[in-house]
């Protein structure tokens, strides 16, 4: 794949969503999880949604059970629970892998373009490098999603300008977004 453009994802009915839909959009990716430290991020990423929806902003939201089995549920679940409890709008996609040979499209090409850079700095910081250590000694040398909630901002032309872990504090992407709109 040489553009984002070129991708599809999958939505819960098992459509085939391009993303050359998104063309001219600001749009950030995401792995989400409903039973995670990080789930409070759908409260913030909810809320540039609405902020922002009107001037351009899209978000791929993409559930993965992948890490610590923190996304048991079905699509249908996982939607009502997001609904219910963080009044999400923004629509999701099929529960998917984002690491390994069952990863899709989407995050292998996402993981190409911005790789692992750290978690940055503080307790949250230090808490995730430490616990995964313990899952993968070689963890910052390798581009794979090391956990929920990892961010991708793609730009209105179809780049992926950044990545941000988990750890990232939320009004930083939120003025990151905000900056490209």
Known sequence: MSNFYDLTVENPQGELISLADYKGK????????????????YKDIEEMYENFHDKGFEVIDVPCNQFAGQTPGTDDEIHEFCTLKYNTQFPQM??????????????????EQKGFSGFGKGPKALAMSAMLKTIDKDYKNNPDIKWNFTKFLIDREGNV???????????????????LL
């Not at 099929?94 to 993981?111: Q, R």
């Open 161 to 179: 300008v950044a990545r941000y872990e988990p750890t990232e504090k939320m009004e930083n992407v939120a003025k990151a977004v905000e900056a």
């Open 26 to 41: 600001v749009v950030l990716v995401v792995n989400t999880a409903t039973g995670c430290g990080f789930t409070p991020h």
């Open 94 to 111: 099929k529960k998917a892998d984002v690491n390994g040979e069952n990863a899709i499209p989407l995050f292998k090409y996402l993981k």
